[in-house]
Protein backbone atom coordinates (compact mmCIF):
# COMPACT_ATOMS: atom_id res chain seq x y z
CA UNK A 1 0.00 0.00 0.00
CA UNK A 2 3.02 2.29 0.48
CA UNK A 3 4.01 3.00 -3.27
CA UNK A 4 6.77 5.46 -3.13
CA UNK A 5 5.34 7.13 -0.48
CA UNK A 6 7.05 6.60 3.13
CA UNK A 7 6.32 3.97 5.58
CA UNK A 8 6.25 5.17 9.14
CA UNK A 9 5.20 2.13 11.22
CA UNK A 10 5.12 4.80 14.34
CA UNK A 11 3.11 7.69 12.55
CA UNK A 12 -0.52 7.58 13.71
CA UNK A 13 -4.17 7.43 11.91
CA UNK A 14 -6.47 9.18 13.36
CA UNK A 15 -10.48 8.54 12.80
CA UNK A 16 -13.28 10.04 13.98
CA UNK A 17 -16.57 8.44 12.48
CA UNK A 18 -19.73 10.12 13.30
CA UNK A 19 -23.14 10.07 11.22
CA UNK A 20 -22.50 12.89 8.98
CA UNK A 21 -18.92 13.80 8.94
CA UNK A 22 -15.73 11.38 9.16
CA UNK A 23 -12.62 13.49 10.23
CA UNK A 24 -9.10 11.86 9.46
CA UNK A 25 -6.13 12.99 10.29
CA UNK A 26 -1.98 12.00 11.30
CA UNK A 27 0.26 12.69 13.68
CA UNK A 28 4.52 11.54 14.03
CA UNK A 29 5.61 10.97 17.51
CA UNK A 30 6.26 14.72 17.67
CA UNK A 31 4.58 17.44 16.03
CA UNK A 32 0.93 18.18 15.31
CA UNK A 33 -2.01 16.88 13.74
CA UNK A 34 -1.53 16.81 10.18
CA UNK A 35 -3.45 16.58 6.75
CA UNK A 36 -6.83 17.04 8.75
CA UNK A 37 -9.57 16.74 6.12
CA UNK A 38 -13.10 16.04 6.87
CA UNK A 39 -15.44 13.74 4.18
CA UNK A 40 -19.10 13.07 4.06
CA UNK A 41 -20.02 9.72 5.05
CA UNK A 42 -22.81 9.45 2.61
CA UNK A 43 -19.77 9.51 0.01
CA UNK A 44 -18.47 6.15 0.68
CA UNK A 45 -20.20 2.66 0.75
CA UNK A 46 -17.86 1.15 3.28
CA UNK A 47 -15.17 2.45 5.80
CA UNK A 48 -12.15 0.87 4.64
CA UNK A 49 -13.24 2.63 1.30
CA UNK A 50 -13.27 5.92 3.44
CA UNK A 51 -9.71 5.39 4.81
CA UNK A 52 -8.15 4.48 1.29
CA UNK A 53 -9.45 7.16 0.07
CA UNK A 54 -7.58 9.50 2.82
CA UNK A 55 -4.61 7.68 2.79
CA UNK A 56 -4.00 8.31 -0.93
CA UNK A 57 -3.72 11.24 -0.17
CA UNK A 58 -1.57 11.06 3.02
CA UNK A 59 2.05 11.78 2.49
CA UNK A 60 2.71 8.75 4.65
CA UNK A 61 1.38 5.44 5.39
CA UNK A 62 0.91 4.99 9.25
CA UNK A 63 1.69 1.97 11.34
CA UNK A 64 -1.04 2.39 13.88
CA UNK A 65 -4.31 3.60 13.92
CA UNK A 66 -7.28 4.52 16.16
CA UNK A 67 -11.18 5.07 14.83
CA UNK A 68 -13.82 6.54 16.97
CA UNK A 69 -17.19 5.15 15.78
CA UNK A 70 -20.39 6.54 16.40
CA UNK A 71 -22.00 3.19 18.36
CA UNK A 72 -21.42 1.03 21.12
CA UNK A 73 -18.18 -1.03 21.34
CA UNK A 74 -18.59 -4.28 21.94
CA UNK A 75 -16.50 -6.69 20.02
CA UNK A 76 -14.75 -7.03 16.66
CA UNK A 77 -17.47 -6.23 14.67
CA UNK A 78 -18.59 -2.73 14.64
CA UNK A 79 -22.13 -1.64 13.89
CA UNK A 80 -22.99 2.42 13.26
CA UNK A 81 -25.71 3.37 15.17
CA UNK A 82 -27.18 6.18 12.84
CA UNK A 83 -24.97 4.94 9.78
CA UNK A 84 -25.12 1.66 7.34
CA UNK A 85 -21.57 1.30 8.09
CA UNK A 86 -20.26 -2.35 9.66
CA UNK A 87 -16.70 -4.11 9.38
CA UNK A 88 -14.79 -5.95 11.23
CA UNK A 89 -12.01 -4.15 13.16
CA UNK A 90 -9.50 -7.18 12.43
CA UNK A 91 -10.17 -6.94 8.87
CA UNK A 92 -9.46 -3.22 8.67
CA UNK A 93 -6.21 -4.26 10.56
CA UNK A 94 -5.13 -6.68 7.92
CA UNK A 95 -6.41 -4.67 4.63
CA UNK A 96 -4.35 -1.53 5.83
CA UNK A 97 -1.13 -3.61 6.71
CA UNK A 98 -1.82 -1.71 10.51
CA UNK A 99 0.28 -2.83 13.45
CA UNK A 100 -2.07 -2.27 15.61
CA UNK A 101 -5.88 -0.34 15.50
CA UNK A 102 -7.84 0.67 18.78
CA UNK A 103 -11.77 1.39 18.53
CA UNK A 104 -13.30 3.44 20.67
CA UNK A 105 -16.82 5.13 21.00
CA UNK A 106 -16.52 8.93 19.97
CA UNK A 107 -17.73 10.60 22.50
CA UNK A 108 -14.97 8.60 24.22
CA UNK A 109 -12.68 9.90 22.08
CA UNK A 110 -13.60 12.74 22.59
CA UNK A 111 -13.95 13.37 26.80
CA UNK A 112 -10.12 11.99 26.23
CA UNK A 113 -9.60 14.92 24.66
CA UNK A 114 -10.80 17.85 27.34
CA UNK A 115 -7.78 17.31 29.08
CA UNK A 116 -5.67 18.58 26.01
CA UNK A 117 -8.01 21.98 25.68
CA UNK A 118 -6.47 25.03 24.81
CA UNK A 119 -8.20 28.08 26.79
CA UNK A 120 -9.01 29.14 23.52
CA UNK A 121 -10.93 25.87 22.54
CA UNK A 122 -13.61 26.55 25.24
CA UNK A 123 -16.15 29.14 26.23
CA UNK A 124 -17.93 28.87 29.38
CA UNK A 125 -21.51 28.57 29.18
CA UNK A 126 -22.57 31.24 32.23
CA UNK A 127 -20.53 32.31 34.86
CA UNK A 128 -16.72 30.99 34.57
CA UNK A 129 -16.52 28.62 37.79
CA UNK A 130 -13.60 27.49 39.13
CA UNK A 131 -13.57 23.37 38.84
CA UNK A 132 -12.69 21.37 41.98
CA UNK A 133 -11.13 18.05 41.26
CA UNK A 134 -13.52 15.29 40.53
CA UNK A 135 -15.56 13.50 37.46
CA UNK A 136 -15.83 15.27 34.56
CA UNK A 137 -19.45 14.63 32.23
CA UNK A 138 -19.40 15.47 28.34
CA UNK A 139 -22.35 15.70 26.64
CA UNK A 140 -23.14 16.48 23.30
CA UNK A 141 -25.84 16.94 20.05
CA UNK A 142 -24.78 15.72 17.06
CA UNK A 143 -26.10 13.14 14.40
CA UNK A 144 -27.29 11.18 17.60
CA UNK A 145 -26.81 12.28 21.82
CA UNK A 146 -23.17 11.84 23.04
CA UNK A 147 -22.38 11.09 26.28
CA UNK A 148 -19.12 10.44 28.32
CA UNK A 149 -17.26 11.01 31.48
CA UNK A 150 -13.94 11.14 33.05
CA UNK A 151 -12.89 9.51 36.49
CA UNK A 152 -9.46 10.94 38.05
CA UNK A 153 -7.22 8.18 38.80
CA UNK A 154 -3.86 7.74 40.20
CA UNK A 155 -2.52 6.87 36.79
CA UNK A 156 -4.43 9.32 34.92
CA UNK A 157 -8.13 10.59 33.67
CA UNK A 158 -10.49 7.28 33.16
CA UNK A 159 -12.55 7.92 30.08
CA UNK A 160 -15.74 5.96 30.62
CA UNK A 161 -18.25 5.15 27.34
CA UNK A 162 -22.13 5.68 27.85
CA UNK A 163 -25.17 5.21 25.40
CA UNK A 164 -26.76 8.11 28.32
CA UNK A 165 -28.51 9.49 25.31
CA UNK A 166 -30.61 6.81 24.95
CA UNK A 167 -31.98 7.52 28.91
CA UNK A 168 -35.79 8.37 29.10
CA UNK A 169 -36.26 11.84 28.47
CA UNK A 170 -38.22 13.78 30.98
CA UNK A 171 -40.50 17.10 30.56
CA UNK A 172 -39.63 20.19 32.81
CA UNK A 173 -42.78 22.09 32.78
CA UNK A 174 -46.58 21.87 30.96
CA UNK A 175 -45.29 23.07 27.44
CA UNK A 176 -42.21 20.03 27.36
CA UNK A 177 -45.13 17.52 28.77
CA UNK A 178 -47.30 18.11 26.07
CA UNK A 179 -44.77 18.06 23.57
CA UNK A 180 -43.44 14.59 24.91
CA UNK A 181 -47.24 13.46 25.13
CA UNK A 182 -47.00 14.38 21.19
CA UNK A 183 -43.91 12.51 20.69
CA UNK A 184 -45.10 9.47 22.50
CA UNK A 185 -47.44 9.06 19.57
CA UNK A 186 -44.93 8.61 16.93
CA UNK A 187 -42.39 6.27 19.17
CA UNK A 188 -42.82 3.92 22.10
CA UNK A 189 -39.65 5.08 23.65
CA UNK A 190 -38.64 9.13 23.63
CA UNK A 191 -34.89 8.85 24.76
CA UNK A 192 -33.27 12.83 25.09
CA UNK A 193 -31.80 11.73 22.24
CA UNK A 194 -34.77 11.40 20.13
CA UNK A 195 -35.40 15.43 20.58
CA UNK A 196 -31.57 16.21 21.32
CA UNK A 197 -29.83 15.80 18.05
CA UNK A 198 -30.08 17.21 14.22
CA UNK A 199 -33.17 14.77 13.60
CA UNK A 200 -34.70 15.53 16.85
CA UNK A 201 -34.35 19.43 16.19
CA UNK A 202 -36.59 18.43 13.33
CA UNK A 203 -39.11 16.69 14.96
CA UNK A 204 -39.19 19.63 17.85
CA UNK A 205 -40.05 21.80 15.24
CA UNK A 206 -42.65 19.61 13.62
CA UNK A 207 -44.00 19.33 17.51
CA UNK A 208 -44.12 22.83 17.99
CA UNK A 209 -45.83 23.46 15.09
CA UNK A 210 -48.79 20.64 15.94
CA UNK A 211 -49.79 22.31 19.28
CA UNK A 212 -49.80 25.40 17.50
CA UNK A 213 -51.96 23.90 14.94
CA UNK A 214 -49.98 25.10 12.12
CA UNK A 215 -48.42 23.14 9.36
CA UNK A 216 -44.92 22.63 9.41
CA UNK A 217 -42.38 23.77 6.50
CA UNK A 218 -39.96 21.34 4.69
CA UNK A 219 -37.01 22.20 6.56
CA UNK A 220 -33.69 20.75 7.19
CA UNK A 221 -32.27 21.61 10.88
CA UNK A 222 -29.85 24.22 10.03
CA UNK A 223 -32.78 25.68 8.13
CA UNK A 224 -34.99 25.58 11.38
CA UNK A 225 -31.82 27.10 13.33
CA UNK A 226 -31.08 29.66 10.73
CA UNK A 227 -34.77 31.19 10.89
CA UNK A 228 -34.38 31.04 14.40
CA UNK A 229 -31.64 33.31 14.24
CA UNK A 230 -33.47 35.74 11.85
CA UNK A 231 -36.44 35.62 13.79
CA UNK A 232 -38.43 34.97 10.62
CA UNK A 233 -40.24 31.88 12.04
CA UNK A 234 -41.76 31.57 15.63
CA UNK A 235 -42.38 27.94 15.55
CA UNK A 236 -38.33 27.62 14.52
CA UNK A 237 -37.22 29.68 17.74
CA UNK A 238 -39.73 27.70 20.27
CA UNK A 239 -37.97 24.64 18.75
CA UNK A 240 -34.40 25.26 19.39
CA UNK A 241 -35.50 27.12 22.66
CA UNK A 242 -37.24 23.84 24.05
CA UNK A 243 -33.77 22.43 22.48
CA UNK A 244 -31.29 24.65 24.38
CA UNK A 245 -33.66 23.76 27.64
CA UNK A 246 -33.66 20.07 27.68
CA UNK A 247 -30.26 20.15 26.78
CA UNK A 248 -29.60 21.86 30.23
CA UNK A 249 -32.04 19.34 31.86
CA UNK A 250 -30.41 16.49 30.20
CA UNK A 251 -26.51 17.94 31.52
CA UNK A 252 -27.63 19.09 35.61
CA UNK A 253 -29.10 15.39 34.99
CA UNK A 254 -25.49 14.12 34.10
CA UNK A 255 -23.61 16.36 36.38
CA UNK A 256 -25.97 14.67 39.03
CA UNK A 257 -24.98 11.44 38.10
CA UNK A 258 -21.52 11.51 38.23
CA UNK A 259 -21.16 13.98 40.90
CA UNK A 260 -19.40 16.41 37.94
CA UNK A 261 -17.58 18.55 40.42
CA UNK A 262 -15.39 18.64 37.47
CA UNK A 263 -17.53 20.23 35.58
CA UNK A 264 -19.68 19.26 32.24
CA UNK A 265 -19.10 20.06 28.71
CA UNK A 266 -20.75 20.37 25.76
CA UNK A 267 -19.45 19.02 22.64
CA UNK A 268 -21.07 17.72 19.17
CA UNK A 269 -22.00 19.85 15.90
CA UNK A 270 -25.32 21.42 16.77
CA UNK A 271 -24.63 24.00 19.95
CA UNK A 272 -21.70 25.85 18.65
CA UNK A 273 -23.43 26.80 15.77
CA UNK A 274 -25.96 27.96 17.57
CA UNK A 275 -24.57 31.25 18.62
CA UNK A 276 -26.62 34.01 20.61
CA UNK A 277 -29.64 31.30 20.60
CA UNK A 278 -27.81 29.53 23.22
CA UNK A 279 -28.45 31.91 26.36
CA UNK A 280 -26.08 31.09 29.19
CA UNK A 281 -28.34 32.48 31.39
CA UNK A 282 -31.61 30.33 31.01
CA UNK A 283 -28.88 27.03 29.93
CA UNK A 284 -27.53 27.99 33.65
CA UNK A 285 -31.25 28.83 34.80
CA UNK A 286 -32.47 25.38 33.44
CA UNK A 287 -29.10 23.29 34.31
CA UNK A 288 -29.45 24.13 38.59
CA UNK A 289 -33.66 23.71 38.21
CA UNK A 290 -32.96 20.17 40.38
CA UNK A 291 -34.88 20.92 43.13
CA UNK A 292 -32.73 20.49 45.95
CA UNK A 293 -29.59 20.04 44.58
CA UNK A 294 -29.96 23.24 42.49
CA UNK A 295 -27.38 24.96 45.40
CA UNK A 296 -24.98 22.07 44.48
CA UNK A 297 -25.42 22.19 40.39
CA UNK A 298 -24.88 26.27 40.90
CA UNK A 299 -20.73 25.47 42.29
CA UNK A 300 -20.51 22.75 38.40
CA UNK A 301 -19.11 24.79 35.90
CA UNK A 302 -20.59 24.25 32.30
CA UNK A 303 -18.53 24.71 29.05
CA UNK A 304 -18.77 24.37 25.44
CA UNK A 305 -16.10 22.77 23.59
CA UNK A 306 -15.19 24.74 20.63
CA UNK A 307 -12.55 23.08 19.38
CA UNK A 308 -13.18 21.59 16.21
CA UNK A 309 -10.61 18.51 16.41
CA UNK A 310 -10.91 17.69 20.38
CA UNK A 311 -11.97 13.95 19.47
CA UNK A 312 -9.05 13.64 17.19
CA UNK A 313 -6.99 15.06 19.72
CA UNK A 314 -8.49 12.84 22.54
CA UNK A 315 -7.85 9.52 19.72
CA UNK A 316 -4.02 10.77 19.70
CA UNK A 317 -3.47 10.93 23.25
CA UNK A 318 -5.20 7.56 23.44
CA UNK A 319 -2.46 5.85 21.15
CA UNK A 320 0.01 7.33 22.69
CA UNK A 321 -0.81 6.49 26.19
CA UNK A 322 -1.15 2.92 24.80
CA UNK A 323 2.22 2.83 22.81
CA UNK A 324 3.69 4.04 26.19
CA UNK A 325 2.45 2.24 28.73
CA UNK A 326 0.53 -0.25 26.92
CA UNK A 327 -1.95 -2.52 29.24
CA UNK A 328 -0.94 -0.31 32.52
CA UNK A 329 -2.22 2.99 31.00
CA UNK A 330 -5.44 3.90 31.91
CA UNK A 331 -6.92 2.71 28.81
CA UNK A 332 -11.34 2.64 28.41
CA UNK A 333 -13.01 -0.59 29.33
CA UNK A 334 -14.58 -0.91 26.10
CA UNK A 335 -11.79 -0.48 24.01
CA UNK A 336 -11.18 -3.08 21.04
CA UNK A 337 -7.58 -3.34 20.20
CA UNK A 338 -6.52 -5.71 17.38
CA UNK A 339 -2.78 -6.40 16.49
CA UNK A 340 -0.64 -7.88 14.07
Given at each position: MGGDKTVIRTARLLVDIGGTSIRFAWREIEGNLSDVRIYRTVDFPSMETAIRTYLRNCPVVPGVAALATANPVQGDTVRMTNLAFSFSAQEIRRALDLDAL????????????VPHLAHDDRQP?????????????????????GVSALIPTQTGWQAL???????????????????????????????????????????????????????????????????????????????VTTFCNLLATAAGNLALTL?????????????????????PVAFRSRFEAHGRLGEYLARVPTTLITA?????????????????????????????LVQR
Open positions: LIVNDFTALALGIGPELAAVPGPIGIIGPGTGLSSEGGHATCAPADAFEAELLRAAWRRHTHVSFERLLSGPGLRLLYELVCAAHGTLPQPATPAEITQQAQDRTCLACQQAGARGGIYIGGGIVPRLGTLLDPYAALTGLDALLAAWLTHGRQAPLPFDLV
